[in-house]
Nanobody, 123 residues
């Protein structure tokens, strides 16, 4: 499975960005997908995840109420709409697919990772 994350950039605090994660390869069945982020000097942090069907998305506490994860299986793409951005949201954002069917909150359960896209929020 190959993953390509895009949509990062520089935005002012309070602004919005929408990230995309396009999957290719592997089976024709849609995957569960998770988003993580990593800021310099910090551990990789869970952001959001969505099941293969798009139901029951879940979020990390730091982004709950501001970020929305969604998917379009026809396009093999998962999106992360990020609203009310804060300087502390600055990080490289990665999308990932787990080795099984469950997208958890721990990086270790994910087998495939995209390269990441930089998000910078200025104050």
């Amino acid at each position: 499975v190959q993953l390509q994350a895009s949509g990062g950039g520089v935005v002012q605090a309070g602004g919005s960005l929408k990230l995309s994660c396009e999957a290719s390869g592997g089976t024709s069945s849609p995957y569960a997908v998770g988003w993580f982020r990593q800021a310099p000097g910090k551990e990789r942090e869970f952001v959001a995840a969505i099941t293969w069907s798009g139901g029951a998305p879940y979020y990390g506490n730091s982004v709950k109420g501001r970020f929305i994860i969604s998917r379009d299986n026809a396009k093999s793409t998962v999106y992360l709409q990020m609203n009310s951005l804060k300087p502390e949201d600055t990080a490289v954002y990665y999308c990932a697919v787990p080795g099984g069917r469950i997208a958890g909150t721990i990086p270790d359960v994910y087998k495939y990772w995209g390269r990441g896209t930089q998000v910078t929020v200025s104050s």
